[in-house]
């Protein structure tokens, strides 16, 4: 399994630790700091849509001006996720060839059994 976010956002860590405590085994990717590159931004566009991807409960996403939010499609949502990775949903899961993005305890403890 593999885990990508932001160290220190809260659900990431939450997330983190659950997996800590249940003795499931990841890899973990900050994005942030470790970068993401387009093709891996591709595999999860096609994997999950890009709407899922978006954070729009997110301080980033609030900061945006109203007509990007309002206009946003594929092509300007997978730039802007490429610029400021905050604005993705957090973790994004892969898992295999599966993709999940947050955090959902009775989902990865069915993964671990």
């Given at each position: 399994?593999?885990?990508?976010?932001?160290?220190?956002?809260?659900?990431?860590?939450?997330?983190?630790?659950?997996?800590?405590?249940?003795?499931?085994?990841?890899?973990?990717h900050d994005f942030k700091k470790d970068?993401l590159t387009s093709d891996k931004l591709?595999?999860?566009?096609?994997?999950?849509?890009?709407?899922?991807?978006?954070?729009?409960?997110?301080?980033?996403?609030?900061?945006?001006?109203?007509?990007?939010?309002?206009?946003?499609?594929?092509?300007?949502?997978?730039?802007?996720?490429?610029?400021?990775?905050?604005?993705?949903?957090?973790?994004?899961?892969?898992?295999?060839?599966?993709?999940?993005?947050?955090?959902?305890?009775?989902?990865?403890?069915?993964?671990?059994?």
């Open positions: 399994m593999k885990l990508y976010g932001i160290k220190n956002c809260d659900t990431v860590k939450k997330a983190r630790k659950w997996l800590d405590e249940n003795g499931i085994s990841h890899d973990f970068g591709s595999e999860w566009e096609q994997a999950v849509g890009w709407e899922a991807l978006i954070n729009k409960r997110g301080t980033t996403w609030r900061k945006l001006p109203q007509e990007v939010r309002d206009t946003i499609a594929a092509q300007s949502a997978h730039e802007l996720m490429l610029e400021n990775p905050s604005i993705i949903k957090r973790p994004v899961v892969e898992r295999g060839d599966k993709v999940t993005v947050g955090f959902n305890a009775d989902q990865w403890a069915a993964w671990a059994d």
